[in-house]
């Protein structure tokens, strides 16, 4: 491990007032044991683990990145603000050199929170991390990202709101989605046509133990940041890969989440989900903490930890090593794959149908990007929800070159309202955000 000391920055946000119900996984106890565990091992008496109180996001920085329907306290609660102000809080310590890294463990979660918000799907209403990269850009200019999601389930809001950005690297590694919600996550799911290749998913088999997640860190996830350059890596820090998680089926230990984190060295880490309240949180927490702190954790175990219970088979270590070696040859291709999608098109279509579990809400979107060279393309998107809204939105995205955003402003000053109750435009660049 690290032999180096560093400054790691604490927030925590129980969220106390929030629960989907006294009994869902989803609630405060999720954070309680946890802070309990880092007070009985005494990490807030290092000198270079420094706790930090939550801010408070605002609406305009929900706006700057989603399309609510119909606005964003429509869809959200004090403690959504919170939490995402602590994901918030979290980046400007360590923008502003306060600290060399932090984590924000805060709850309620967000990706799987997508651009347009029509409720709440897969317990996520809006989306913390990226809200929170977006803040930084607003705050403090231009920067590379990358996401590495590792939660079990597969980040489809992240990676919805980051398809069209050629400037967020987003990898997701997860539970195969053939046997998780939300049903998606494939290696074919490579990004938007301006941005082909930026988007990238690891569906890992159940029963995935440490060995087959530090192989694809090893032999995917660092080859490709380190070829993508980003300014900051964010770890959408999920922990229901552990073995003892009651939602999912994969073998992931405490000291596989340090060794990971260790080895990744995420620049901000950002809690998702996780549901063994008890048996897995405090000690795979801990682990992160330690692991992002420089400071030894080899000793993080989980009472009934037995390695060799949890063991991947060798069919599952060579389904991964072929899986990896293929993704990693669609990185490597990205480039001529994207000249063949776009050729001769001046604009790319997709229709989706999106179902909202936690609200029991469906969607069908129409999506439309501009082919463009210069950035990640205008977008527009018209939504129907079977709450009975339809609205239309205009993106322009961020760095969004001349062309792109005059015709983002053209086609909402001529669209009218016909059948659609609202019709938004957003401009991330001019921190632009109007619905008529």
């Known amino acids: 491990?690290?032999?180096?000391?560093?400054?790691?920055?604490?927030?925590?946000?129980?969220?106390?007032?929030?629960?989907?119900?006294?009994?869902?996984?989803?609630?405060?106890?999720?954070?309680?044991?946890?802070?309990?565990?880092?007070?009985?091992?005494?990490?807030?008496?290092?000198?270079?683990?420094?706790?930090?109180?939550?801010?408070?996001?605002?609406?305009?920085?929900?706006?700057?990145?989603?399309?609510?329907?119909?606005?964003?306290?429509s869809v959200i609660t004090q403690s959504h603000l919170i939490s995402a102000g602590g994901a918030i809080t979290a980046a400007e310590k360590v923008m502003q050199k306060e600290v060399d890294n932090a984590f924000a463990l805060v709850r309620p979660p967000g990706h799987h929170a997508m651009r347009i918000v029509h409720g709440a799907r897969g317990f996520c209403n809006i989306n913390i991390e990226a809200i929170m990269i977006e803040y930084i850009r607003h705050t403090y200019g231009h920067k590379r990202v990358a996401i590495v999601d590792t939660d079990c389930h597969h980040g489809d809001g992240s990676q919805d709101i980051f398809w069209h950005d050629p400037d967020t690297l987003f990898i997701s590694i997860h539970q195969d989605g053939r046997t998780l919600y939300p049903g998606s996550g494939f290696s074919d799911e490579f990004g938007g046509p301006n941005a082909l290749g930026y988007t990238i998913n690891v569906p890992l088999p159940p029963g995935t133990s440490d060995e087959g997640f530090l192989f694809t860190l090893d032999n995917l996830i660092l080859p490709i940041l380190d070829e993508f350059k980003p300014d900051l890596v964010i770890n959408s820090a999920g922990?229901?890969?552990h073995?003892?998680?009651?939602?999912?089926?994969?073998?992931?230990?405490?000291?596989?989440?340090?060794?990971?984190?260790?080895?990744l060295a995420p620049d901000i880490a950002v809690l998702e989900g996780g549901y063994s309240i008890e048996s897995a949180l405090p000690y795979v927490n801990v682990g992160i903490i330690l692991a992002m702190a420089g400071i030894d954790y080899?000793?993080?175990?989980?009472?009934?930890?037995?390695?060799?219970?949890i063991r991947q088979t060798p069919q599952t270590s060579r389904h991964i090593e072929q899986q990896v070696a293929a993704i990693y040859?669609?990185?490597?291709?990205?480039?001529?794959?994207?000249?063949?999608?776009?050729k001769g098109k001046e604009w790319l279509h997709r229709d989706r149908g999106i179902f909202y579990d936690t609200d029991m809400i469906s969607e069908h979107q129409e999506e439309t990007v501009r082919i463009c060279d210069e950035c990640g393309g205008l977008i527009t998107i018209a939504s129907e929800a079977s709450t009975g809204n339809r609205i239309f939105a205009v993106i322009v995205p961020g760095r969004g070159c001349p062309a792109c955003r005059k015709k983002g402003e053209e086609i909402f000053e001529t669209t009218g309202k016909g059948s659609y109750q609202y019709i938004y435009f957003q401009d991330r660049d001019r921190d632009i955000f109007l619905v008529k």
């Open 1 to 73: 491990m690290s032999d180096s000391k560093k400054r790691t920055g604490l927030i925590f946000f129980p969220a106390f007032d929030w629960a989907i119900s006294p009994t869902h996984p989803e609630r405060e106890e999720r954070l309680l044991y946890t802070q309990d565990q880092v007070f009985e091992e005494g990490l807030l008496d290092l000198d270079n683990i420094i706790e930090f109180k939550p801010g408070l996001a605002t609406t305009e920085d929900i706006n700057r990145i989603h399309i609510c329907v119909p606005d964003a306290h």
């Open 329 to 342: 040859d669609l990185w490597k291709g990205r480039a001529p794959r994207r000249a063949a999608l776009v």
């Open 239 to 241: 922990q229901d890969n």
């Open 298 to 309: 080899s000793h993080v175990t989980e009472p009934d930890y037995r390695p060799e219970t």
């Open 243 to 263: 073995y003892s998680d009651p939602l999912t089926d994969m073998s992931f230990s405490a000291q596989g989440y340090a060794l990971l984190n260790d080895r």
